[in-house]
């Protein structure tokens, strides 16, 4: 069974500009949640949708934002990039949402110049 | 909101010894307990957990224990080996409320050959 996979792994993005990060779920899970690792801060939760719909969000500004299609498929996407934004970005699909058995992919390392 | 921390930040052990990572929680209403272990260039990777109903679980050279009365949650790694070498953290969430996971800090085992 294939588990989580995130593309790309890695990015270098300059301040201002936007990027996208794409999640794809194990095989049958509905729920994908994104969180934010940096040495600072550890691991944040960004948002988490299920069923095409965001269910909860962390308190992240506005220009990161999420989406989830029909495949159960995710994207990230974070407008207006700050040096501040340069992280390890993971995706976590679980069966049922609600956080429960999270199953984490590699991650998108981000770096913003 | 939940808050989890994390003792110690860094734990080296020699090999076939045993290592004891310790969390506290905050919120009474979390209620499911996993435990994540995260290598080098890779994303966290659930490795046990325990939900409120349960004191203790075992698997193998791991084990969990759960204290709920004191909010207390520890992660027991028996005959430690080499390839027990990571970054651990723990994480609380309640599983009947939508909520995120919340987790510690982390702490950077060193099993010493």
């Known amino acids: 069974k294939a588990g989580v996979t995130q593309t790309p792994r890695y990015l270098i993005k300059t301040r201002g500009q936007q990027v996208t990060l794409s999640c794809s779920p194990i095989s049958g899970h509905r729920s994908v949640s994104w969180y934010q690792q940096t040495p600072g801060q550890g691991l944040q939760f960004l948002f988490e949708y299920f069923s095409e719909t965001q269910r909860n969000k962390g308190n992240f500004p506005g220009r990161f934002s999420g989406r989830q299609f029909s495949n159960s498929r995710s994207e990230m996407n974070v407008s207006t990039l700050e ?31 | 909101g939940e808050n989890v ?6 734990l080296s052990v020699q090999e076939g010894d045993s290592a004891v990572i310790k969390c506290t929680y905050s919120d009474s209403a979390s209620n499911y307990f996993p ?3 995260q290598e ?3 994303g ?7 939900r409120s109903n349960v004191g203790e679980k075992k698997d193998q050279r791991i ?3 759960l204290n709920k ?6 992660l027991h790694i028996t005959e430690t080996q080499p390839e027990d070498s990571a970054v651990y953290f723990c994480a609380a969430t309640s599983y009947t409320g939508r909520r995120a996971l919340t ?7 060193q099993v010493q050959p």
């Open chain 1, 83 to 113: 040096l501040g934004d340069s992280a390890l970005y993971l995706c976590a699909s679980s069966l049922k949402g609600e956080s429960t058995e999270a199953f984490f992919g590699q991650g998108t390392r981000l770096t913003v110049v």
């Open chain 2, 5 to 10: 921390e994390q003792h110690p930040s860094t």
């Open chain 2, 35 to 37: 435990w994540y272990k």
């Open chain 2, 40 to 42: 080098l260039g890779k």
């Open chain 2, 44 to 50: 966290p990777q659930l490795i046990i957990d325990i």
């Open chain 2, 63 to 65: 084990a969990v224990t």
């Open chain 2, 69 to 74: 009365t004191a909010k207390h949650f520890s």
């Open chain 2, 103 to 109: 987790f510690g800090s982390g702490t950077r085992l």
